[in-house]
């Protein structure tokens, strides 16, 4: 499975902002949920400029292990987020996309074409 689509919208997280795997999974309706978005992020490949830090568990919780939970804190804080006791600051951090990012975007070359009506 490609999870090129996740990786689109974690890239517009802004700096200083997070979103929640079940957020992410929400948005992009992923079948399997936050499970899905988990998947997804533990698959992120390196040096294509995803910003997987950016992604907590609900109410803020960094959930994975470490040595990257410890990377993850550290890329957070060094953007500004206040991160307490392994828990970001949602009511000061969290990103909500807007609508045109929620929207699940179908590749070109899975697009079926439009049936013509005839008269």
Do not use: C, F
Not at 28 to 56: D, F, N, Y
Not at 91 to 97: E, I
Request: hydrophobic content about 35%.
């Amino acid at each position: 499975m490609s999870w090129d689509l996740v990786y689109r919208l974690v890239k517009q997280i802004p700096r200083g902002r997070v979103l929640s795997y079940g957020a992410l999974a929400k948005a992009l309706r992923l079948s399997g949920g936050a499970r899905s978005a988990g998947r997804a992020m533990a698959a992120t490949p390196s040096g294509k400029g995803i910003p997987w830090h950016r992604v907590v568990g609900e109410r803020g919780k960094i959930l994975i292990r470490e040595p990257y939970a410890s990377l993850q804190k550290k890329l957070l804080e060094s953007e500004g987020v206040k991160v307490t006791e392994s828990r970001v600051d949602l009511n000061s951090h969290l990103w909500k996309p807007d609508k045109k990012s929620m929207a699940k975007k179908t590749p070109a070359s899975k697009k079926r074409p439009r049936r013509r009506v005839q008269k």
